[in-house]
């Protein structure tokens, strides 16, 4: 992987010319809020539909509430899995940044020099495995969030601070981890987001101000009485 922008013509190096020259002739203002985007917009986006997501499923019912809430919970777990698994990966690669291996490149962040190697992008895996557990919430918001990594990741290629091979790398970990661990997680989280649901103290956190907890049903007693009276005088 490392060889493969290292000499020649390739596509990986010439796709990274090519994005990385808009960055050259854009204005200096553009270029700056690219840089801004990428290091706090975009995450802090990525933070918000969480939030967002974390609104609507409270108003749901309890069995959807706790799939979502499960879901929530696994996308920033998966994004710490994720990250946690780049690291030997990328000592195992070593691919060195672009800007150290190739002449021309504009880089519009200079802090990415103190870390040498740059397959995979943390950034890309970051942001996708937020966005791809954002869709086993929520299908919808989900596609938001993955539409937020994609521009990440071409954020990237436009500082000059990564391949777009680095780029795509980190979307296929993000994703990987993600998916392939979701049964495990969803597995293990559901459970505890339905015990939290049915904590008077921590219910809110589940369930929205206002909605009534469901009920168990009872077969005897006075309400069992009142529900079968109920339920003739509806039939008759």
Known sequence: M???ATGGPN???SLL???NALARYAPAAVD???VLASSFG???LMVLLVLWCWRGARRQEPAAAAETFAALLWAPLAAVVALAVNVPLRQLVGRNRPFHMHEGLHVLEPAASQSLYSFVSDHATL???LGMGLFLARRRIGLIGIGLALAEGLSRVYMGVHYPTDVVGGFALGTAVVLVLAPLAMAA???AVRAVARSPRAARLVRARGLA???PVELGGERGAGARTHDSDLAA
């Open 11 to 13: 596509v990986d190096v």
């Open 42 to 44: 975009i995450p802090l």
């Open 2 to 4: 490392a060889a493969l």
């Open 127 to 129: 942001t996708m495995a």
């Open 189 to 191: 989280l559901t459970p």
């Open 32 to 34: 700056r809020a690219v």
């Open 17 to 19: 010319y090519g994005v």
């Open 213 to 215: 907890r469901p009920r």
